[in-house]
């Protein structure tokens, strides 16, 4: 252990959603961020994830990201999946570029988009710049002509004269996307410190936004897995207090949006310039 690139650290938590050989996906807990970085050398989701399985992603290698296919943000919480083998990782970054996995957030939002069920199909570009109360400079996004092709499916779960619940599905997968795409529309994400007006910053004790569900196939038998994980605890409150009922994990309902229906989209406001 005492050659691993990233310090194990038990003490970092999370709850195992589905393992086998190849792949590994975990529930990360809010306020856990997912990679090392500077002021969270030892503490991130990736520190905890190597106490246990540190020699199998070691031998992935930096290249291959120790195994991470993809990360959530810090006041996030929910699903990350883990190859646990190259050929694993290799064969799933294949199905995140072709599109083939699904990710499925929870967002408790201000306010109602204009329709049930819809897609946002607005460009993001990144940029570094200050936001919010905290005036460190930090790597930012916004909706621009100059970003890059980006997809949010959403429907409305449940709504009240203060908020809704929305499912979303990130068809791309840009920094931050989601809460950048739900603002565009004004349905702000509650407890979004970056890109929330003030009126809704303070909603919730954090970032209001839960990512509940992943669809990929197996990357050595094809399988479709679906892995889910429940509501979480910490957010329970926020739901009561706008009288938003707790949603049902689906099921026969499958994606958002389907395939066809990316090609219309029914929020297609033009971006400011850059």
């Known amino acids: 252990m005492a050659n691993l690139s990233v310090q194990p650290n038990d003490r970092v938590t999370y709850k195992v959603r589905y393992e086998d050989d190849d792949v590994l996906v975990v529930a990360k807990p809010p306020l856990v961020v997912t990679l090392p970085g500077k002021g969270h050398e030892k503490d991130s989701l990736l520190n905890g994830i190597f106490a246990k399985y540190?020699?199998?992603?070691?031998?992935?290698?930096?290249?291959?990201?120790?195994?991470?296919?993809?990360?959530?943000?810090?006041?996030?919480?929910?699903?990350?999946?883990?190859?646990?083998?190259?050929?694993?990782?290799?064969?799933?970054?294949?199905?995140?570029?072709?599109?083939?996995?699904?990710?499925?957030?929870?967002?408790i939002v201000r306010g109602k988009p204009k329709h049930e069920k819809g897609l946002i199909r607005k460009p993001i570009a990144e940029f570094k710049g200050e936001t919010g109360d905290d005036p460190r400079t930090k790597k930012l996004a916004r909706i621009s002509s100059a970003g890059k092709p980006s997809i949010t499916a959403y429907r409305v779960l449940d709504s009240s004269h203060t908020g809704s619940l929305l499912e979303c599905r990130a068809v791309t997968g840009r920094l931050h996307q989601v809460r950048v795409h739900l603002e565009s529309i004004n349905c702000p994400i509650l407890g979004d410190g970056l890109y929330g007006p003030s009126s809704t910053r303070n909603a919730a004790m954090r970032l209001a936004l839960h990512a509940h569900r992943i669809v990929f196939p197996h990357p050595t038998s094809g399988e479709r897995i679906d892995v889910r994980t429940p509501w979480p605890v910490d957010l329970k409150g926020v739901l009561k207090r706008h009288g938003l009922k707790r949603p049902d994990i689906p099921s026969s309902q499958g994606e958002v949006v389907t395939k066809a229906e990316e090609d219309k989209g029914d929020e297609t406001a033009s971006p400011p310039p850059p």
């Open 54 to 107: 540190g020699t199998k992603l070691q031998n992935l290698g930096r290249d291959r990201d120790f195994g991470l296919l993809h990360r959530l943000d810090k006041e996030t919480s929910g699903l990350v999946m883990i190859a646990l083998s190259a050929k694993a990782y290799d064969t799933l970054r294949a199905a995140f570029e072709q599109r083939q996995i699904s990710k499925f957030y929870w967002a």
